[in-house]
């Protein structure tokens, strides 16, 4: 099993930054694809960024030149630093996690963290 915890959410204003982060924890396996996913009030979960585990990124057209992905493989940690945070930034957001044991891939989900943006 594994369990994935996110932190560093919050209230912020208009323009101003945060740092969310992401620990997997469990034991035996190794994490191909991390990733940061959003979901708004009323609207659909969707995609904000992910990291391969060799390091290859990939943005939402919304988050590019704002949000930095990146990931820590010794601590099985992701991270995602947003600037310039707007107001349709907030929402929760879901850290997720690609795992294998040697086989399959498996996906987990983490509980999410609330990123509120005030205007």
């Known amino acids: 099993q594994v369990q994935v915890v996110e932190s560093g959410g919050g209230l912020v204003q208009a323009g101003g930054s945060l740092r969310l982060s992401c620990a997997a924890s469990?034991?035996?396996?190794?994490?191909?694809?991390m990733g940061w996913y959003r979901q708004a009030p009323g609207k659909q979960r969707e995609s904000v960024a992910t990291i391969t585990d060799d390091g290859r990124t990939n943005y939402a057209d919304s988050a590019k030149g704002r949000f930095t992905i990146s990931r820590d493989n010794a601590k099985n940690t992701v991270y995602l630093q947003m600037n310039s945070l707007k107001s349709e930034d907030t929402a929760v957001y879901y850290c997720n996690v690609h795992v294998t044991w040697g086989g399959p891939q498996f996906g987990y989900w983490g509980q999410g963290t609330q990123v509120t943006i005030s205007s």
């Open positions: 469990g034991s035996g396996f190794s994490i191909n694809i």
